[in-house]
């Protein structure tokens, strides 16, 4: 499976953009997928997942402000990222895992300006 990501770019604070993760197998199968976000000099985190059985889980940091959805018929995951905040800035990633093995997306940079 491959993960291909798109929908950075700059975006001044409070603003909008939507991420999107197309897998070039189904996604149906796999345990979880999702985003993680690297910022410069930080260690990657999680952003957002959801599994196959569509429980969603965030982090602190960005719920209520982003909503993470899929499209089954399209292999599509999708990260909705509203009133962005500087401190979002980062390559985000698109992950998935299927038991032990983990698919990565190349990254997509956001930069938010305050």
């Known amino acids: 499976v491959q993960l291909q990501t798109s929908g950075g770019g700059l975006v001044q604070a409070g603003g909008s953009l939507r991420l999107s993760c197309v897998a070039s197998?189904?996604?149906?199968?796999?345990?979880?997928i999702g985003w993680y976000r690297q910022a410069p000099g930080q260690e990657r985190e999680l952003v957002a997942s959801i599994t196959n059985g569509g429980s969603t889980n965030y982090a602190t940091s960005v719920k209520g402000r982003f909503t993470i959805s899929r499209d089954m018929a399209k292999n599509t995951v999708y990260l909705q990222m509203n009133s962005l905040k500087p401190e979002d800035t980062a390559v985000y990633y698109c992950h998935g895992r299927y038991w032990v093995t983990h698919y990565w997306g190349q990254g997509t940079l956001v930069t938010v300006s305050s």
């Open positions: 197998g189904t996604i149906f199968g796999m345990n979880t």
